[in-house]
């Protein structure tokens, strides 16, 4: 049966698999980057889990309300929490240094995995996408695991906020 469910997996799930993966991985390294950059995965995230919620569950459009708490929750209870050691912003560099993290690479991983069982347990028995309780527990993990990314990148924006909107000063345009 697994062999049947790959077999008829469309190529591009795994060419997206390892584009994640090596995404993922790449975070556990520390690193350096914009804020920018830093945005783009956690906004990748939100949009790929969201969608997954409107096409897997067209017909109960209700069950975003559980995505949008669940995200909600998680991203507040992420903005709690301090800000891991060596996380930084450099104002000169527009730039964060990241510590390196597994949490990026877990919550890809979840949301891939999450998505493809619900697409392999939905074309094996269609049913599951009118029923309500398959239907809020998958809202309620992509919503939480987005949070998280949400939640992350905030924290990192709110670091850099208070230097954001300051004009250099002249010293440092002197130097450039």
Same mark, same amino acid.
């Given at each position: ?61 209700? *069950?975003? @309300? %559980?995505?949008?708490?669940? !995200?909600?929750?998680? &991203? /507040?209870?992420? =903005?709690? #929490?301090?800000?891991? $050691? ?61 949070? *998280?990314? @949400? %939640?992350?990148?905030?924290? !990192?924006?709110?670091? &850099? /906020?208070?230097? =954001?909107? #300051?004009?250099?000063? $002249? ?6």
């Amino acid at each position: 049966m697994l062999m049947q469910i790959l077999l008829h997996t469309p190529r591009w799930v795994f060419g997206l698999f390892a584009v994640l993966l090596a995404i993922g991985l790449s975070q556990l390294a520390s690193r350096r980057a914009s804020l920018v950059k830093v945005s783009i995965l956690p906004l990748a995230m939100l949009a790929l889990s969201f969608y997954g919620v409107w096409a897997g569950f067209a017909s109960q459009p209700w *069950v975003l @309300l %559980g995505w949008l708490k669940a !995200l909600s929750v998680s &991203a /507040l209870l992420v =903005l709690r #929490r301090p800000l891991p $050691a060596g996380t930084a912003y450099d104002d000169t560099a527009r730039a964060v240094t990241l510590p390196g993290s597994a949490v990026p690479l877990a919550m890809m991983m979840g949301i891939f995995c999450t998505k493809y069982a619900a697409g392999v347990a939905m074309s094996l028995q269609p049913g599951l996408a009118h029923n309500t309780t398959f239907a809020w527990a998958i809202s309620l993990l992509y919503g939480a695991m987005s949070g *998280v990314f @949400l %939640g992350r990148a905030i924290r !990192l924006w709110r670091l &850099a /906020l208070p230097t =954001l909107g #300051r004009a250099p000063a $002249a010293a440092e345009l002197a130097l450039r």
